[in-house]
């Protein structure tokens, strides 16, 4: 079936613009969430929903971040006035809770602020 | 919160040899612990997990061990090939409860033909 897609693939935007990336989930998994790649390093969560409850934005690094999730499905994260620091890819997965915690990850979108 | 650290940062074996990835983590809540490849510009994608009721899990070339005692785990891939060749990631999460990942830094694994 089809996996985990967000997009775009790749954006490129200036300093101090807001952005929004995309992701579908797997379609059924009730989980959903959102992780950030910088170059060269590891994963770094930013932000989790799992089915109607309120989202856990714990890894969230600022308040220029946010994320919906919109009827249980697609999720947007968005970024507003963004920083150089930002640049990074994002980076989604999804996963089908009741006792299942494999995560699928997307593509990614990679972010370039310029 | 949750740490993990991953051991060696760089890992260069011969084509066939064994290679060995360690990671330790510092919450004893952590119940899953699964294991990721990613290769360059690419998603990465889970090859193995463990859970915490189990010491040892074992598919084809790959394993993984799990201490929860001393609070570390372990990749182990025998009979490298080329295509082994990409970062490999630990990671630790409570499961359930959340089930958000804090991963390790990263391995990069290179297999020399």
């Known amino acids: 079936g089809a996996g985990v897609s967000q997009s775009p693939s790749n954006k490129v935007t200036e300093k101090g613009k807001d952005v929004e990336l995309r992701c579908d989930p797997i379609?059924?998994?009730?989980?959903l969430y959102w992780y950030r790649q910088s170059l060269g390093q590891g994963l770094e969560f930013l932000i989790y929903f799992q089915g109607n409850s309120a989202p856990d934005k714990s890894g969230l690094p600022s308040d220029r971040f946010s994320a919906e999730r919109t009827g249980g499905s697609v999720s947007t994260l968005t970024i507003q006035r963004t920083q150089q620091e930002d640049s990074a890819v994002y980076l989604c997965?999804?996963?089908?809770?009741?006792?299942?915690?494999?995560?699928?990850f997307g593509p990614g979108t990679r972010l370039t602020v310029t | 919160g949750e740490n993990v650290e991953q051991h060696p940062s760089t890992l260069s074996v011969q084509e066939g040899d064994s290679a060995v990835i360690k990671c330790t983590y510092s919450d004893s809540a952590s119940n899953y612990f699964p294991w990721y490849k990613q290769e360059l510009g690419k998603r990465p994608q889970l090859i193995i997990d463990?859970?915490?009721?189990?010491g040892e899990k074992k598919d084809q070339r790959i394993a993984v061990t799990l201490n929860k005692t001393a609070k570390h785990f372990s990749l182990h891939i025998t009979e490298t090939q080329p295509e082994d060749s990409a970062v490999y990631f630990c990671?630790?999460?409570?499961?359930?409860?959340?089930?958000?990942?804090?991963f390790g830094g990263g391995t990069r694994l290179m297999v020399k033909p």
């Open positions: 990671a630790a999460s409570r499961g359930n409860a959340g089930n958000m990942l804090t």
């Open positions: 379609s059924g998994h009730t989980a």
């Open positions: 997965a999804s996963s089908f809770q009741a006792g299942r915690y494999e995560q699928y």
């Open positions: 463990i859970r915490s009721n189990v």
